[in-house]
């Protein structure tokens, strides 16, 4: 075999491992930033956010909050999800954790996330 060829081999070789391995590295950090957006863990914008209502449900949000400092208002609230950890008898189902039900699993990781 020529030098030339077997050059020619081994950048086939090479380009064939090499595209894979950048796809799959480039995959975790897509999956997540979509499941981030999907599931609402970004940063919050109100200007952006009443671009989507009408002008009598603006009004009605900045009624309910005229006497509000904003500088000083804070949003504290939870999602409770029993994932059965702790034998208090409240739990998920064993398909939201499993590889076999990806959509599942990236249902829950939403609702999780958010």
Known sequence: MHLDQ?????RRIRSSILIPIV???ALPPLYFTLLNRVGGAYHFS?????LSLSRGAVDLIQAAFADVDSDRL???HVH???LGTHCAGCSIHPDF???LH???RMRFRVYAGA
């Open 23 to 25: 796809i799959i590295a």
């Open 80 to 82: 409770v999800v029993g």
């Open 6 to 10: 077997l050059r020619t081999r081994l």
């Open 97 to 99: 954790y499993s590889n």
């Open 102 to 104: 990806p959509l599942k």
């Open 46 to 50: 109100r200007e952006a956010s009443y």
């Open 74 to 76: 804070v949003d504290f």
